[in-house]
């Protein structure tokens, strides 16, 4: 059975609404990243646009476990990032040591 992709309009539904489920959210870190988007409208604005290039990628995958796979890519790529951040802050890396992690 072959299963269509998700749209970009569906996945960037799904994402508006989680972002607003996580102001509601018991995870204090959850709600700070989504007041700090939801808070003006430039910052929100452009949360979008990025947003919409990443679903973009994703809906234009044809098939629904290449669509998939890439969720997956993207997820990890993005978590990476992330991950990188969270120790440069946990660890206090500032300066030349800052740039020799990059």
Same mark, same amino acid.
């Given at each position: 059975?072959?299963? =269509?992709?998700? &749209?970009?309009?569906?996945?960037?539904?799904?994402?508006?609404?989680?972002?607003?489920? $996580?102001? *509601?959210?018991?995870?204090?870190?959850?709600?700070?990243? $989504?007041?700090?988007? !939801?808070? &003006?409208?430039? %910052?929100?604005? /452009?949360?979008?646009?990025?947003? &919409?290039?990443?679903?973009?990628?994703?809906?234009?995958? $044809? %098939?629904?476990?290449? /669509?998939?796979?890439?969720? *997956? =890519?993207?997820?990890?790529?993005? !978590? =990476?990032? *992330?991950?990188?951040? /969270?120790?440069?802050?946990?660890?206090?890396?500032?300066? &030349?040591?800052?740039?020799?992690?990059?």
């Amino acid at each position: 059975m072959l299963r =269509h992709a998700i &749209s970009h309009t569906r996945l960037m539904r799904v994402s508006t609404d989680r972002v607003q489920t $996580a102001l *509601k959210s018991a995870d204090k870190n959850e709600q700070l990243v $989504a007041r700090r988007i !939801l808070e &003006s409208p430039s %910052v929100w604005s /452009q949360w979008e646009r990025e947003h &919409s290039v990443l679903m973009r990628q994703l809906a234009d995958c $044809a %098939v629904r476990r290449v /669509q998939i796979a890439a969720l *997956k =890519h993207t997820n990890f790529r993005l !978590l =990476h990032g *992330k991950a990188l951040f /969270q120790y440069l802050r946990r660890n206090e890396v500032r300066g &030349s040591e800052r740039a020799r992690v990059y």
